[in-house]
């Protein structure tokens, strides 16, 4: 399907000129695959959960009538079904490149105070209560986060967060949106670095990569290797992972023809982490649905969730005692086509103003351990520590 947005030139900009640019209230992202910056709100898209990627097709119809030079709608979903949402049409967007390796970003200083929320050995039983349920059998499988609430002594620049996680690894999807609700004390950012493309569609081609079965990156390279290893012999982290790549092929292939699922997953790394991951490809059967659309039907997947899913959600909601909020959401952008890219808000922050809520979360399934688990959140907090200079506090 051809679209008349896609047929205008695009202005094109110097990645780092893009993320120098981005001010509090913009939308960023940026991936292997380029840019965007967008500013300004033509139109707010609100619609219940399921129904949010008809409200953008048509939101972004009535933006190319209204002469809207790149209608796109962009934004984030929250974890739950009824979580807050904030999605847009931006008056303006801008595209560039992807960033370049070893872009400078000055440090953020000050002084924090850091509270677990858990206490970490609070999580470490609700892992323990989790395999319980595991052996029980009323689960599968459940993915159980923990929340360090970070304020500082003066007010967080979200600007110099954001070239820090664009500098550590501009592979990552990095990202920031505006997701202040009534009530807020001040602008509400989120931002973060995730390594879960949650769905892509360009054209006719669908991709979805999720991971599931983790283990720490360290700094000497050969545990490491031997870590990449471990990984793909663990018939823990393997059963763990299956339960994502089984999910996200079964939704796509209600989508999708031709589609390929690999046998086996690979090791996708970060400077922080090593993950088993599936790379799955498809090509649309019906181009009238949006990447919007495919990730609404994808989330939650068992990366964040669990199998089976409304029992997972419920054991969620009883273990953590912080709420998620965007955490483990959606964050991305759909354009007029339905060309798009959503990816999931994980090593995310929710910022506003002196106050920094970051959340990490763990797989746990039958021979899960609780030790290893907490230990594995630690390690996923680093990705916004060593962003905020506070490597180590987790
Ligand atoms: C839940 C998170 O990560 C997810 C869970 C993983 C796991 O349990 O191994 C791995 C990658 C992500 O899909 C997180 O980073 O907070």
Known sequence: ?????????????????????????????????????????????????????????????????????????????????????????PAVVRRAGVPERGGRASALDGSWSITPKPEPEVYAGSVRRAL????????????????????????????????????????????AADVSAPGDPAPRTLVGASPELLVSRHGSTVVANPLAGSLPRVADEAENRRRIDALLASAKDRA?????AAQVADVLGGFCRDLVVP?????????????????????????????LALAEALHPTPAVCGVPVERARDTIAELEPEDRGYYSGLIGWTD??????????????????????????????????????????????????RALGLEGAA
């Open 132 to 175: 319980e349920l595991i052996d029980a059998d009323e689960l599968s499988k459940v993915v159980l986060a923990r929340c360090l609430e970070l304020t500082a002594g003066a007010p967080v620049e979200v600007p110099a967060l954001l070239a820090r996680l664009v500098a550590a690894d501009p592979a990552a999807h990095v990202f």
């Open 240 to 244: 763990e992972h299956a339960h994502v």
């Open 263 to 291: 046998e086996e997953p690979t090791v996708l790394g970060t400077p922080t982490m090593w993950h088993l991951s599936t790379r799955i490809t498809g090509q649309i059967a019906d181009p009238a649905v949006s990447a």
């Open 1 to 89: 399907m051809s679209s008349p947005a896609l047929a205008r030139p695009r202005p094109v900009h110097r990645a780092a000129d893009l993320l120098a640019a981005y001010l509090p209230g913009s939308f960023y992202f940026s991936s292997g695959r380029g840019s965007l910056l967008a500013d300004g709100v033509h139109t707010t898209v609100q619609a219940p959960h399921g129904q949010r990627a008809r409200a953008a097709a048509d939101a972004l119809i009535a933006a190319d009538l209204a002469g809207v030079e790149e209608p796109l709608v962009v934004g984030a979903l929250g974890f739950r079904p009824d979580a807050e949402a904030s999605l847009v049409v």
């Open 336 to 385: 007029l086509s339905g060309d798009g890219e959503w990816v999931v808000t994980i090593r995310s922050a929710e910022v506003c103003d002196r106050t920094v809520r970051l959340f990490a979360g763990a797989g746990v399934v039958a021979g899960s351990d609780p030790a290893a688990e907490l230990a594995e959140t630690s390690a996923k907090f680093r990705t916004l520590l």
